[in-house]
Structures are given as structure tokens and as C-alpha cells.
């Protein structure tokens, strides 16, 4: 088993930073500060391995990731508020569907993804973390949002296999990595568990695929994000000087980097000072290469 030591990328700190994607467009990192609802778009220097931040878009709302969209308006899908948004490349945002907006309680959404067929995935979540509060959406080329589970309690990572024929997805409490079978209607079948990771190694977030179609898993509370086999075998371990890590991405000019987000959330005076780099962007070189990021494709 390998591992690997990541470092901080620039001095860029968010409270809650999530939902990383590498642009192939643009050749720039975003990602999300949730809470603060800010898409930040940066630049990164594959030679002294820093990133800059060049804009801070404000969507007005809480943000749990972001997306490129290659609509005639291009673009980027947010996961923002009680749904879904476009926003615009000089941060227009406008809202799309909000499948939240009348619920019971108060909920956000959290993190998402778009998949190979041009589709976007996104799941919600309590603010009070209430268990079976949440639903996993997806937002399909027409513009139709669809419920593809209900009752997550926080719904975090999502993966595809490259053909667009697989969904890997986690809800955090469950401590694994479930499988499904998306069918050419876009439902999910095949339920299986593909990784089961014991809490005392953190607790699954974010999540992205390699080329070799293994798993990178961020781990809350556990210092590192781990990589598995889609049969559930860790191959490594990266470490991360922040305890609260939150996704991950991979990027740079050949999508050889991973890109690894933090957060401080919730953390005392005293804990912010042990943990100096909490909320900081980490990236690291792990021998292997990843996918281009999938994009939203509306139909015309």
C-alpha cells in the first residue's frame, strides 16, 4: 500500500471548502466555500504547485458544488440553496429547479456532480443533519428533476465510471460506498456495497475516480483521503495536515494532480490554531491520472 504526504496549495482559506472540479475549459480549479455561498475560481502553477484565486463569485446562497455546463450560455451548474442554478462565466447566477424549497424543515443542498450522459446529480441534506431528511436529484438535459433515492441523511460523494454506466455514491453515516446500475432511463438498479470504511479512519465525503477506475475517498475526521478498488481494496493513503477533509478532484494540465478541499467548520479558537491549515486547498502527485470532468449538457 502507498502513501503519499500532500501539501498546501496556496494560502487561500474558506470556512467550508467543497465540491472541487477541474475546468478543462479554462485549465482552472473551482470550488465552493458552502456556507459563505462563494464559487472560487483559481489558476494553479504546475511547477511551484501553487494556486492563485483570480475570481470569487457569489451565489447568494449556500453551495455545495459546481459544475461546467456546456449549454449555449456555458457556464457552470451550481448545487446551491434548494436546488439547482446556472451561473454564468461573470457570475450571473439564476435559479433552476428548487425541489427543496417547500420542505417541511430547512435543508441545502450538498454535494453533486454531472455524469457522463450530460446529466447532474446532487443530493440535499438537513442543516440539523436529521436522519432520512435528504433525497438524491437529478437534473436531466431537459431540464426534468427527478428523485433517484430518498431518505439520505447526508449526501455526499458521487462517482461514474466512464461509460456512464455505473454510479458510485455516499451517504456519510452509512460509512460506505454503495454501487448502483444507472439504466438508460437514468434510474438506479443493482444496489451493492462497494467499500465499507470502520469509523475510526474518519468518515466518507467527497469523492472522486481515477483512470484506472479506483475510488479516491475524502475522510472526515481522518486526515487523509483513501483510494479503493471498486471491489473495496485500499491501495493508499494520502495524507492531509486538516482533520476535516472534504472532497477531492483531479487536475492540472495532464489531470495528474489531486486536488484535496478542507474545511474548518465548527472548529474552537483552539482547534483552528492546532490545525493552521484547516479550510486551505492541499494537492498532491499519487502516480496516477484522472477523468476530465463531466459536464451538464442542456438540450436546446
Known sequence: MRTVVSRVAGNH?????????????????????????????????????????????QVGVPAGAVAPSIGPDGGWLLAA???????????????????????????????????PRGALWAGSMAFGKQPGAGSLYRLDPDGTITVA????????????????DWLYYIDTPTQ???????????????????????????HPDGMCIDAEGCLWVALWDGCAVHRYTPAGELLAIVEVDAPQVSSCTFGGPDLGTLFITTSAENMTGAQRARHEHSGKIFCADVGVKGLPADAYAPKP
Open 13 to 57: 482559506r474558506a470556512e467550508h471548502a467543497e465540491g472541487p472540479c477541474w475546468d478543462p475549459r479554462l485549465d482552472k480549479l473551482l470550488w465552493v466555500d458552502q456556507y459563505a455561498g462563494l464559487v472560487h475560481q483559481a489558476n494553479f502553477d504546475a511547477d511551484t504547485r501553487y494556486l492563485e484565486v483570480e475570481h470569487s463569485f
Open 81 to 115: 440553496g434548494h436546488g439547482f442554478a446556472h451561473m454564468s462565466h461573470d457570475g450571473t447566477v439564476t435559479q433552476l429547479g428548487q425541489p427543496e424549497a417547500d420542505a417541511g424543515q430547512r435543508m441545502r443542498m450538498n454535494d453533486g456532480k454531472a455524469d
Open 149 to 164: 433515492r430518498t431518505r439520505t441523511t447526508i449526501s455526499n460523494g458521487l462517482a461514474f465510471s466512464a461509460d456512464g
Open 176 to 202: 460506505r460506498v454503495d454501487r448502483f446500475h444507472i439504466a438508460a432511463d437514468g434510474r438506479l438498479t443493482d444496489q451493492a456495497t462497494a467499500v465499507t470504511i470502520d469509523p475510526s479512519l474518519g
